[in-house]
């Protein structure tokens, strides 16, 4: 089946620690992307891929660092320098061409202990 | 730059009931538009778009959503809501180019009420 995964679904972190999420997705999309939601505020974008090693910063990128060396891969780095990382981040692929949807995997709740 | 407004955080309807999620938008450019759903702990899953051709839109699970440009609306819309509707629905609004990126609207919460 193709798709895409997040691992892992829940994660704590201790404050001060960079945690790395993974996202990982076999439909051969060109473009990936990563979201954080909160309550109440909708997603928001903090990077996105549109080709293999590129990628450029979303609208909340400060405190977060991400990678694409390979097209099915995309991990997503939350460092100590992101001050409130607990939230809800799902990461979502597509095509790349305007007007495609984006398909989105299931999610990671990362919770700053 | 575009935006997303969703009327309303929070609505309930009776089963049965007609539904409507309210959605307008702001882009300089002719919009690419789409709602999703989320259910509990779970990613977006798409329930239709829009992009170009025809305004009324028919998606899954019976919703359907109409542009209007005029009034810069994507509401959407279920004529006879049922308890497994109950979940948050979210516009999102994208132009061309600029990487598909996708701005979303802060989201509705629908409860379905016996």
């Known amino acids: 089946d193709g798709g895409i995964t997040q691992s892992p679904k829940y994660l704590f972190r201790k404050e001060g620690q960079n945690v790395t999420l993974s996202c990982e997705q076999n439909l051969n999309h060109d473009a990936m992307y990563w979201y954080r939601q909160d309550p109440g505020q909708g997603l928001r974008l903090i990077y996105y891929s549109q080709i293999v090693n590129d990628f450029q910063k979303g609208d909340i990128a400060e405190g977060y660092s991400v990678s694409r060396e390979k097209k099915e891969s995309f991990p997503l780095t939350v460092t100590s320098a992101q001050k409130n990382p607990t939230a809800f981040y799902l990461c979502?692929?597509?095509?790349?061409?305007?007007?495609?949807?984006?398909?989105f995997g299931p999610g990671t709740r990362l919770t700053v202990l | 730059a575009q935006s997303v407004t969703q009327l309303g955080s929070h609505v309930s309807v009776s089963e049965g009931a007609l539904v409507l999620l309210r959605c307008n938008y702001s882009?300089?450019?002719?919009?690419?538009l789409f709602w999703y759903v989320q259910y509990p702990n779970q990613g977006l899953q798409l329930l239709l778009k829009y992009t170009t051709g025809a305004t009324l839109v028919k998606g899954i699970n019976g919703f359907e959503a109409e542009f209007k440009k005029s009034e810069t609306s994507f509401h959407l819309t279920k004529p006879s809501a049922h308890m497994s509707d109950a979940a948050e629905y979210f516009c999102?609004?994208?132009?061309?180019?600029?990487?598909?990126?996708?701005?979303f609207g802060t989201g509705t919460q629908l409860k379905v009420e016996l």
């Open positions: 979502a692929s597509s095509p790349g061409t305007s007007g495609n949807e984006q398909f």
């Open positions: 882009s300089s450019v002719p919009p690419y």
């Open positions: 999102a609004v994208t132009t061309t180019g600029g990487g598909n990126k996708l701005t």
